[in-house]
């Protein structure tokens, strides 16, 4: 089992900055993926941002320009800095982990338990 622990969410005003956190641990032999999707209420989940294991990122159009996503490979952790926030990034924030528990299990998806992200004045 991999256990995901996301930390950075909270309250911010228009054209602020905040850096989500996500650690993974557990049952871990190899992290290909890293990412954040997000949900805003009564809309479906999306991705956000990715980061592969080779260092390649992906970005929703929406925040392309405005976030970034880093990993920390020694410590399985994956960061999302935002800045420029809109009241439209409003959303529950996840992590979102593809790993194998050994070099001979197949890929799997974890989930965190989602860290939420409110933009207002």
């Known amino acids: 089992q991999v256990h995901l622990v996301e930390s950075g969410g909270g309250l911010v005003q228009p054209g602020g900055s905040l850096r989500l956190s996500c650690a993974a641990s557990g049952s871990i032999f190899s992290i290909h993926v890293m990412g954040w999707y997000r949900q805003a209420p009564g809309k479906q989940r999306e991705l956000v941002a990715l980061?592969?294991?080779?260092?390649?990122?992906s970005y929703a159009d929406s925040v392309k320009g405005r976030f970034t996503i880093s990993r920390d490979t020694a410590k399985n952790t994956v960061y999302l800095q935002m800045n420029s926030l809109k009241p439209e990034d409003t959303a529950v924030y996840s992590c979102n982990v593809k790993s194998r528990k050994t070099r001979f299990d197949s890929i799997t998806d974890y989930w965190g338990r989602g860290t939420q992200v409110t933009v207002s004045s």
């Open positions: 980061v592969r294991d080779i260092g390649d990122t």
